[in-house]
């Protein structure tokens, strides 16, 4: 009886010498992307998910002026009792939007609030519900520091220093920023744009009946959702069938407008070799096999002036390959400064199978066990087409190329989810 072998045979690929770890592709995709070279003037709120092609140094002081933390007195910090209590008396008022004009004069103290610019002649504030106030009058006690609860001119930011520095991408807080230095217009890199299509005769579109062996497209339906979310001007180009003029033709025609070419399918081994003798005579590119799980093999290179991606074609492996390598590889021509994903390490709940030989990201569920402790915990079968896994997950497991499986109670990478498919 023929013995059967302990490994998947395609394992086997894993320890090819011509294979790429995860760190060895990363390197290599940052190293040979540029970004691209146009930009524009966009309105500040347009700025929204774009990426600065400038530097941004402040025009003023922000705050502009010593101003109230609190509501409350501003008095000169001299009138702060010693022992005992003092009166003062209360000589106006200071609103945000409406300075106190006059000087304050020793004895006496402004009522003021939140925001307002701190009266001259004033240094502290005392909060409303730590006087007592009657009439005109107002006994402050003891307990107060010289310049408490005010907030300085520029302590923000100083006019001429630089807020964000170019390649930095414009979110929620750097927009309000941005709004606070009140700007009307940014200099931002031009959108990228990016073409994608998915491969396979098995391909059926949403709304037809699936005949025996089609399935319906999910990869353009995720690609879809991740480019959008990245800010890209993303053409969706639809499924090409797999054959040879069909593709030949898709690739010119993306070529022909788009600065990144993204496909799912038809460059996995075993598929058909014609895709690599077309991508081959239209440009330059690799196939790479990376030792990692989901998601092994890559295309990647130029065709004529547009960079490619060639995605495996199981829905898992592209969610993988686009958070590891796709994106950032696409935020590099955006122009942007790139940081690794966030990830720190918990305990998993569960033994997680794993061989050595390739990085594993395995679908997890982050969670706080009985003693608020986070702990993960696998979405159970993880196969490359189990869209699911990646569902009901809330983070990746990273388990490194060298480790074999993680017993239960161990320390994992986890990479949460929240912001990985876009932001
Ligand atoms: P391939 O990389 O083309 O060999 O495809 C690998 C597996 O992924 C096959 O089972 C395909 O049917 C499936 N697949 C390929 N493209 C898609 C897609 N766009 N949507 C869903 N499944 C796909
Ligand atoms: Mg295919």
């Excluded at 090819?16 to 070279?37: C, F, G, K, M, N």
């Excluded at 009522?111 to 107002?138: H, K, S, Y």
């Excluded at 799912?264 to 990376?290: P, T």
Aim: include cysteine.
């Amino acid at each position: 009886m023929a013995v059967t072998p302990a490994y998947d045979p395609s394992c086997q690929d894993d320890s090819d010498p011509t294979s790429l770890t995860v760190e060895q592709a990363w390197e290599r995709l940052q190293s040979d992307v540029e970004p691209i070279r146009g930009r524009e003037k966009v309105n500040v709120r347009h700025a929204l998910g774009r990426v600065l092609a400038d530097d941004v140094p402040s025009t003023v002081d922000v705050p502009a002026h010593d101003n109230s933390a609190m509501d409350g007195y501003a008095l000169p910090s001299e009138d702060l009792p010693a022992e005992g209590s003092r009166v003062l008396s209360v000589v106006g008022t200071a609103l945000a939007g409406k300075p106190f004009e006059g000087m304050v004069k020793p004895g006496e103290c402004v009522r003021i609030m939140t925001g307002a610019p701190m009266p001259r002649g004033t240094d502290t504030v005392i909060i409303q519900e730590q006087a007592e106030r009657d009439g005109d009058l107002l006994r402050i006690g003891l307990g107060h520091q010289p310049g408490q609860n005010v907030r300085a001119a520029g302590e923000d930011l100083k006019a001429g220093q630089v807020v964000f520095r170019a390649g930095t991408r414009i979110g929620a807080a750097e927009l309000g920023m941005l709004g606070s230095l009140g700007l009307v217009e940014v200099a931002v890199m031009r959108r990228l744009r990016v073409a994608f299509f998915s491969t396979g005769d098995e391909l059926q579109t949403a709304g037809t009946t699936l005949q025996a062996g089609q399935i319906y497209d999910s990869n353009r339906y995720t690609l879809y959702a991740v480019l959008n979310r990245l800010g890209v001007e993303a053409t969706d180009m639809g499924v090409v069938p797999d054959d040879p003029e069909s593709i030949e033709t898709a690739f010119r025609d993306a070529a022909s407008f788009a600065d990144a070419i993204i496909t799912s399918g038809g460059v996995s081994v075993g598929e058909a070799d014609f895709v690599k003798d077309i991508l081959r005579r239209l440009g330059e590119v690799n196939f790479w096999k990376i030792a990692m799980r989901p998601g092994r093999p890559l295309a990647f290179g130029r065709i004529r002036n547009a960079w490619f991606f060639g995605m495996p074609g199981n829905p898992v492996s592209v969610v993988a390959t686009w958070y590891q390598f796709v994106q950032p590889a696409l935020r590099r021509l955006m122009g942007q400064e790139l940081s690794k994903p966030l990830s720190f390490r918990v305990r998993t709940l569960e033994r997680l199978r794993k061989r050595p030989g390739r990085t594993e990201f395995q679908r997890g569920i982050l969670e706080r066990n009985e003693d608020g402790e986070l702990v993960v915990r696998s979405t159970g079968a993880q196969g490359s087409g189990i869209l699911r896994s990646v569902n009901e997950a809330n983070c990746f497991i990273v388990i490194p190329h060298d480790s074999a499986a993680v017993p239960a109670g161990e320390y994992v990478e986890v990479q949460p989810f929240e912001g990985v498919m876009g932001a």
